[in-house]
């Protein structure tokens, strides 16, 4: 009898958690349906762009490109649109050039558009980063004055935001709201740092991402910070000013290129289209562009010069 009052209960458990697993697979279905045809229907009247833009930024790419125009200080464009119109000034560009001087030359103009675009943008980021970097001295002293009157970093960040002038107050001040909002010290400043890269940066992002883990003597280590980064500052100016000279000398090469394609095409129009039909002039185009490139190599190495 004991068994079979033991058996009955087992079989009697075994059918209810068998509903109640059937049950709760039905809920997360019809919610799973539900969310869908709500994101639908919201998606439905969504502009085509905003979707995109959903799209895009699932894919690396995209969230590199975000990233960029964010650091850019374009945070409010959409990277779909802008990329829509990069694609149409290059096709645009092309079809101007054309009829012109041909199909070489056309498609050396789309080029020249599709890379002036992505170097405009790496040259407002680099523009941005070093007006940041100049500011991290002070960013730094302001965290430690936070830090040594007791403050926490998240707290420490809302008054170097409140205190300090652009492109630092807006960046610094994100990174308060995401840490607001819950999201991670680390993640945070990651996402400071993939936004502006740099060495700098990356010590300070470093450093705060060290004391929120296993703590320190956090006033110590940003004010040892904040020193060194202005001599980093004043050393990356005399260093910028020693190498402008060889900087100038790499973009004339690349523009002494373009140059004497366009004039070829001018005295003779269509000449680059008729030497890449024939195999000599193919090597005398591949061999003028080595030299081109090694050139511009050579003389962005001479100038290069790590600090």
């Known amino acids: 009898m004991t068994f079979l009052s033991i058996a009955l209960g087992l079989v009697a458990t075994l059918v209810m958690a068998s509903a109640t697993v059937a049950t709760l697979v039905s809920n997360a279905e019809t919610e799973r349906r539900m969310v869908e045809t709500a994101d639908l229907d919201q998606l439905s009247g969504v502009p085509l762009f905003a979707r995109l833009d959903v799209r895009l930024v699932r894919a690396r790419w995209g969230q590199r490109l975000v990233a960029l125009l964010a650091g850019a200080g374009l945070p409010t464009w959409s990277p779909s649109l802008f990329l829509t119109a990069a694609g149409a000034a290059a096709l ?45 001295p002070e960013l730094a002293r302001l965290l430690a004055n936070g830090a040594s009157a007791g403050l926490a970093v998240r707290r420490s960040l809302e008054l170097a935001a409140a205190e300090m002038t652009e492109p630092a107050a807006s960046e610094v001040e994100q990174v308060g709201a995401e840490m607001a909002v819950g999201r991670s010290m680390q993640d945070a400043l990651a996402g400071l740092s993939e936004r502006l890269p740099s060495r700098e940066l990356s010590v300070l992002v470093q450093t705060l991402t060290i004391q929120g883990r296993s703590g320190g003597e956090l006033v110590t280590a940003l004010s040892g910070i904040g020193q060194t980064l ?35 095409n001018a005295f003779s129009p269509g000449v680059v289209d008729q030497m890449l039909t024939n195999l000599a002039g193919q090597v005398v185009l591949l061999v003028a562009t080595g030299l081109f490139v090694v050139g511009y190599v050579l003389v962005r190495r001479l100038a290069r010069v790590e600090v």
Do not use: C, H, N
């Open 92 to 136: 645009v560009v092309g079809l101007i050039v054309l009829p012109l001087f041909g199909w070489a030359t056309a498609a050396l103009a789309v080029a020249v558009v599709v890379v002036g675009v992505r170097r405009w943008l790496d040259r407002r980021r680099k523009q941005r980063v070093d007006r940041f970097v100049a500011q991290l």
């Open 230 to 264: 202005e001599e980093r500052r004043r050393l990356r100016r005399e260093v910028v000013t020693a190498t402008m000279g060889a900087q100038f000398s790499g973009y004339t090469v690349i523009v002494m290129a373009f140059g004497a394609v366009a004039l070829m």
